[in-house]
C-alpha cells in the first residue's frame, strides 16, 4: 500500500527557562479526524509534551501522540490496543458510540488517561501507563459509573489547600458535574452540581486547574458546530460559588469567516518554558460547515495566564505564531510505536513485521482476515473477505466483523494508492478501496465479480456510494468490465484529492494507461452519520 499525500493537573516546573522567541507554526497541530484534545507536558520525559484524542469506535484507539517542540508530531501508542480493555465494543451498534473526549493527565511518574466509553452502556474507564511509548504498557482500566461523558481528573492537593481527594469532573444533563474517584477501586463519590455554563447548549468537555488559590473550570458551550465556544468560571472553592470570566467565550470563531470553525472542546497546558498553549478541536469548513470530510482536528494558540488574572488565548487561525520550545522532535525518532504524523506513507509490509500502530479497524477486527507477508507473498497484506460488505445489511451485528484497514486522511491534497491482487470466484465478492466515514456512508472502487447483460459472471471495476452526506446532487457510480489483460497481474487502485472539494476515483494495470472511473464531491462523505468523525482511506 502506497500512501503518497501531496502535500492535567497541569505539570508546573520549578524553574522555568527564559521564554523562547516567538517562531510561526501551522495549524492543524494533529492533522486528521483527532477531535477533542487533551495534552500535558512531562518534564522528566525528556521535556515531551503529549496529547490524545477521541477514537469512538474505531481500533486501536486513544491515540497518545508526543513532540518536544510542538511543530512535529509523533505517534507515541496507543492507549486503547487490546479486546480485553473493552469487550463491549463488539456490541457497540452507534456509528457515533464509543470512547469519547478523554483527558491526560501525568502525576508522579504516572501518565493517567480518563475517558467515557458510550457502548451498549455507558461506562467510564481510566488507564494507566508508566511508559507512553509502548501501547501494551497501558493498563486495564478501571471501570467507574461516570456522569455523563467527557470525564477530567483533578487532584485537589493538601499542601495547596485542597481535600487531597482525586475529583472526576464531567457533563451530564446541561451541565457540568463533579465527584470523588478512587484510582484503585473505581468508587465514586456523590455528584454535586457545579456550573452549567454561560446559556449555550451543551455545556461539556469540563477541565478543572487549581493556580493561585483559585479553581479554574473551563467548559464547551453551543455544541460542535459553528457556534461552539470555551468559556470559563473561577471559585475560590471547589464547589462553587463559581463566578465566570467577564471576557467570555475566551476562545470560538463563531460569528466569523475564519477557514476554522467549531473551535472549542480546550484544554490548557504549560511547556517546559513556562509558556501557556490552548489546544482544541477545529474543522476546516468556512463557516458554511457543509465541506469537511477530515472532520474535526486539533489546533494549538497560545495563551498567557498572569498571576491572579483570567487566561487570555488567542484566536485561532491556520498561521500562528508563539513561543515554541528551542527543542525539536528528532530525538523521538526511534522512540515509540508510529510515525510522526504529517509525513508521507509508503508501506510494504515486510516479512516479520506487525500492521502499522496508525492503521485502524472499525470496531475489532476478525484477527485471521489480516496478515502480513503471509507464505510465498512477501511485502504483502493478505485481506480475507468477510461475509458482510462495509455497509451489512438488516441482519448485520457488529461482531460479524468487516474486513476493512484504515489510515486517516491528513492532507487536503493527496494521492492514495494501493496495489490489488485479487480473483473474485463468487458473484458480489470484492475487494478495493474506499473512502469510509461510518458504514452508512463510503464511497468505494473495487473489483467484482458481477452478472453482465450477457448472463455471463464477469470481473468489473465498480465505482458506489453509499450515503450522501451533506451532498445533494447526482452521486456517480460505474462499472468496467475487466479483460483478461488487466486480471494478469496486480491492478493499482486510487484515490486522488485533486481539491478540498473533490476527490477522483482511477485505475492502472501495468503497462496501461490510468483509467478514470469518476470523481465524488467531498460532501458525500462530509456530515450526516458521521459529523463527529472524519475521512479515512482504506483497504478492504
Same mark, same amino acid.
Given at each position: 500500500?502506497?500512501?503518497?499525500?501531496?502535500?492535567?493537573?497541569?505539570?508546573?516546573?520549578?524553574?522555568?527557562?527564559?521564554?523562547?522567541?516567538?517562531?510561526?507554526?501551522?495549524?492543524?497541530?494533529?492533522?486528521?479526524?483527532?477531535?477533542?484534545?487533551?495534552?500535558?507536558?512531562?518534564?522528566?520525559?525528556?521535556?515531551?509534551?503529549?496529547?490524545?484524542?477521541?477514537?469512538?469506535?474505531?481500533?486501536?484507539?486513544?491515540?497518545?501522540?508526543?513532540?518536544?517542540?510542538?511543530?512535529?508530531?509523533?505517534?507515541?501508542?496507543?492507549?486503547?490496543?487490546?479486546?480485553?480493555?473493552?469487550?463491549?465494543?463488539?456490541?457497540?451498534?452507534?456509528?457515533?458510540?464509543?470512547?469519547?473526549?478523554?483527558?491526560?493527565?501525568?502525576?508522579?511518574?504516572?501518565?493517567?488517561?480518563?475517558?467515557?466509553?458510550?457502548?451498549?452502556?455507558?461506562?467510564?474507564?481510566?488507564?494507566?501507563?508508566?511508559?507512553?511509548?509502548?501501547?501494551?504498557?497501558?493498563?486495564?482500566?478501571?471501570?467507574?459509573?461516570?456522569?455523563?461523558?467527557?470525564?477530567?481528573?483533578?487532584?485537589?492537593?493538601?499542601?495547596?489547600?485542597?481535600?487531597?481527594?482525586?475529583?472526576?469532573?464531567?457533563?451530564?444533563?446541561?451541565?457540568?458535574?463533579?465527584?470523588?474517584?478512587?484510582?484503585?477501586?473505581?468508587?465514586?463519590?456523590?455528584?454535586?452540581?457545579?456550573?452549567?455554563?454561560?446559556?449555550?447548549?451543551?455545556?461539556?468537555?469540563?477541565?478543572?486547574?487549581?493556580?493561585?488559590?483559585?479553581?479554574?473550570?473551563?467548559?464547551?458551550?453551543?455544541?460542535?458546530?459553528?457556534?461552539?465556544?470555551?468559556?470559563?468560571?473561577?471559585?475560590?472553592?471547589?464547589?462553587?460559588?463559581?463566578?465566570?470570566?467577564?471576557?467570555?467565550?475566551?476562545?470560538?470563531?463563531?460569528?466569523?469567516?475564519?477557514?476554522?470553525?467549531?473551535?472549542?472542546?480546550?484544554?490548557?497546558?504549560?511547556?517546559?518554558?513556562?509558556?501557556?498553549?490552548?489546544?482544541?478541536?477545529?474543522?476546516?469548513?468556512?463557516?458554511?460547515?457543509?465541506?469537511?470530510?477530515?472532520?474535526?482536528?486539533?489546533?494549538?494558540?497560545?495563551?498567557?495566564?498572569?498571576?491572579?488574572?483570567?487566561?487570555?488565548?488567542?484566536?485561532?487561525?491556520?498561521?500562528?505564531?508563539?513561543?515554541?520550545?528551542?527543542?525539536?522532535?528528532?530525538?523521538?525518532?526511534?522512540?515509540?510505536?508510529?510515525?510522526?504524523?504529517?509525513?508521507?506513507?509508503?508501506?510494504?509490509?515486510?516479512?516479520?513485521?506487525?500492521?502499522?500502530?496508525?492503521?485502524?479497524?472499525?470496531?475489532?477486527?476478525?484477527?485471521?482476515?489480516?496478515?502480513?507477508?503471509?507464505?510465498?507473498?512477501?511485502?504483502?497484506?493478505?485481506?480475507?473477505?468477510?461475509?458482510?460488505?462495509?455497509?451489512?445489511?438488516?441482519?448485520?451485528?457488529?461482531?460479524?466483523?468487516?474486513?476493512?484497514?484504515?489510515?486517516?486522511?491528513?492532507?487536503?491534497?493527496?494521492?492514495?494508492?494501493?496495489?490489488?491482487?485479487?480473483?473474485?470466484? !463468487?458473484? &458480489? =465478492?470484492?475487494?478495493?478501496?474506499?473512502?469510509?466515514?461510518?458504514? +452508512?456512508?463510503?464511497?468505494? @472502487? $473495487?473489483? #467484482?465479480?458481477?452478472?453482465?447483460?450477457?448472463?455471463?459472471?464477469?470481473?468489473?471495476?465498480?465505482?458506489?456510494?453509499?450515503?450522501?452526506?451533506?451532498?445533494?446532487?447526482?452521486?456517480?457510480?460505474?462499472?468496467?468490465?475487466?479483460?483478461?489483460?488487466?486480471?494478469?497481474?496486480?491492478?493499482?487502485?486510487?484515490?486522488?484529492? !485533486?481539491? &478540498? =472539494?473533490?476527490?477522483?476515483?482511477?485505475?492502472?494495470?501495468?503497462? +496501461?494507461?490510468?483509467?478514470? @472511473? $469518476?470523481? #465524488?464531491?467531498?460532501?458525500?462523505?462530509?456530515?450526516?452519520?458521521?459529523?463527529?468523525?472524519?475521512?479515512?482511506?482504506?483497504?478492504?
Amino acid at each position: 500500500m502506497k500512501i503518497l499525500p501531496i502535500l492535567s493537573s497541569i505539570l508546573c516546573t520549578a524553574w522555568a527557562s527564559p521564554t523562547p522567541p516567538e517562531k510561526p507554526y501551522t495549524n492543524p497541530l494533529l492533522p486528521g479526524w483527532n477531535s477533542d484534545p487533551s495534552c500535558v507536558h512531562a518534564a522528566d520525559h525528556n521535556d515531551t509534551t503529549f496529547c490524545v484524542t477521541s477514537t469512538f469506535i474505531a481500533f486501536p484507539g486513544l491515540p497518545v501522540y508526543a513532540s518536544q517542540d510542538l511543530q512535529t508530531w509523533k505517534l507515541a501508542s496507543n492507549a486503547f490496543n487490546r479486546p480485553s480493555q473493552i469487550p463491549g465494543l463488539r456490541e457497540t451498534t452507534n456509528q457515533q458510540g464509543g470512547l469519547y473526549a478523554a483527558t491526560l493527565r501525568y502525576r508522579g511518574g504516572k501518565f493517567y488517561v480518563i475517558v467515557s466509553f458510550l457502548g451498549p452502556s455507558t461506562r467510564g474507564l481510566l488507564f494507566t501507563s508508566v511508559d507512553p511509548f509502548r501501547s501494551e504498557a497501558w493498563s486495564e482500566p478501571v471501570e467507574f459509573d461516570v456522569v455523563g461523558i467527557d470525564p477530567d481528573l483533578f487532584w485537589d492537593d493538601e499542601d495547596d489547600g485542597g481535600d487531597g481527594k482525586v475529583y472526576v469532573t464531567s457533563a451530564d444533563d446541561q451541565r457540568i458535574q463533579q465527584y470523588s474517584l478512587d484510582l484503585e477501586t473505581g468508587e465514586t463519590g456523590p455528584a454535586v452540581d457545579l456550573w452549567n455554563g454561560t446559556g449555550g447548549v451543551s455545556p461539556e468537555g469540563p477541565h478543572v486547574y487549581k493556580r493561585d488559590g483559585w479553581y479554574y473550570l473551563l467548559i464547551a458551550e453551543g455544541g460542535t458546530e459553528v457556534d461552539h465556544a470555551v468559556t470559563m468560571a473561577r471559585s475560590r472553592k471547589r464547589t462553587g460559588p463559581w463566578e465566570p470570566c467577564p471576557h467570555n467565550p475566551v476562545l470560538t470563531n463563531r460569528d466569523t469567516t475564519q477557514y476554522f470553525q467549531t473551535v472549542g472542546h480546550a484544554d490548557l497546558f504549560q511547556d517546559g518554558n513556562g509558556s501557556w498553549w490552548a489546544v482544541a478541536l477545529g474543522t476546516r469548513s468556512g463557516p458554511e460547515w457543509v465541506t469537511y470530510p477530515m472532520g474535526r482536528e486539533t489546533v494549538m494558540a497560545p495563551a498567557t495566564w498572569a498571576e491572579g488574572e483570567w487566561p487570555v488565548i488567542e484566536p485561532v487561525r491556520g498561521q500562528m505564531q508563539g513561543p515554541l520550545p528551542r527543542k525539536d522532535s528528532r530525538s523521538l525518532q526511534d522512540r515509540g510505536e508510529g510515525p510522526f504524523i504529517k509525513r508521507p506513507d509508503r508501506l510494504d509490509f515486510a516479512p516479520g513485521s506487525a500492521i502499522p500502530a496508525h492503521l485502524v479497524y472499525w470496531r475489532y477486527p476478525k484477527v485471521d482476515h489480516f496478515a502480513v507477508s503471509p507464505a510465498g507473498h512477501p511485502h504483502t497484506l493478505r485481506l480475507t473477505p468477510a461475509f458482510a460488505n462495509l455497509s451489512g445489511d438488516a441482519s448485520f451485528q457488529p461482531d460479524d466483523g468487516i474486513t476493512l484497514i484504515a489510515r486517516r486522511q491528513t492532507d487536503t491534497l493527496f494521492t492514495y494508492t494501493v496495489d490489488v491482487d485479487f480473483s473474485p470466484t !463468487v458473484v &458480489d =465478492e470484492e475487494a478495493g478501496i474506499t473512502l469510509f466515514l461510518t458504514q +452508512r456512508q463510503h464511497v468505494d @472502487l $473495487g473489483i #467484482v465479480l458481477l452478472e453482465s447483460a450477457r448472463g455471463e459472471l464477469t470481473p468489473s471495476l465498480r465505482l458506489r456510494a453509499e450515503g450522501r452526506g451533506n451532498y445533494e446532487g447526482d452521486i456517480p457510480t460505474k462499472t468496467i468490465e475487466l479483460s483478461r489483460e488487466w486480471l494478469k497481474k496486480p491492478i493499482r487502485l486510487g484515490i486522488r484529492a !485533486v481539491s &478540498d =472539494e473533490t476527490y477522483e476515483f482511477f485505475a492502472r494495470s501495468k503497462g +496501461r494507461s490510468e483509467t478514470v @472511473l $469518476g470523481s #465524488v464531491d467531498a460532501k458525500v462523505v462530509s456530515g450526516n452519520t458521521g459529523k463527529f468523525t472524519g475521512e479515512w482511506a482504506l483497504l478492504r
